[in-house]
């Protein structure tokens, strides 16, 4: 069974910075495509980041320049590291992974979710 653990959520002052990680655990055979997501009070889940396997990423506009996305393949890990973060950042935080459970089998996998909170 693969299990995606957030951590690094908190609260923090408009302004501030916050690194979010995600770890990839269980049996599988590697990680693919892993993203980001964020989902605020009464909003639909949108995509914030992406990282192929070889490291091109992808950002939604509203976070280009203040977020960076990063991997390690070697730990199964994904982090997001956030500057500037505004009010408007406030939301959960979801990991997205495609992993592939064996060379032909892929199927993708959420955390649980990790809250962040800015304050004006």
């Known amino acids: 069974q693969v299990q995606l653990m957030e951590s690094g959520g908190g609260l923090v002052q408009a302004g501030g910075s916050l690194r979010l990680s995600c770890a990839a655990s269980g049996n599988f055979f590697s990680s693919n495509g892993m993203a980001w997501y964020r989902q605020a009070p009464g909003k639909q889940r949108e995509l914030v980041a992406s990282?192929?396997?070889?490291?091109?990423?992808t950002y939604a506009d509203f976070v280009k320049g203040r977020f960076t996305i990063s991997r390690d393949n070697a730990k199964s890990m994904v982090y997001l590291q956030m500057n500037s973060l505004k009010v408007e950042d406030t939301a959960v935080y979801y990991c997205?992974?495609?992993?592939?459970?064996?060379?032909?089998?892929?199927?993708?996998?959420w955390g649980q979710g990790t809250q962040v909170t800015v304050s004006s």
């Open positions: 990282i192929s396997r070889i490291s091109t990423t």
């Open positions: 997205k992974a495609d992993i592939s459970v064996t060379p032909g089998i892929r199927r993708s996998y």
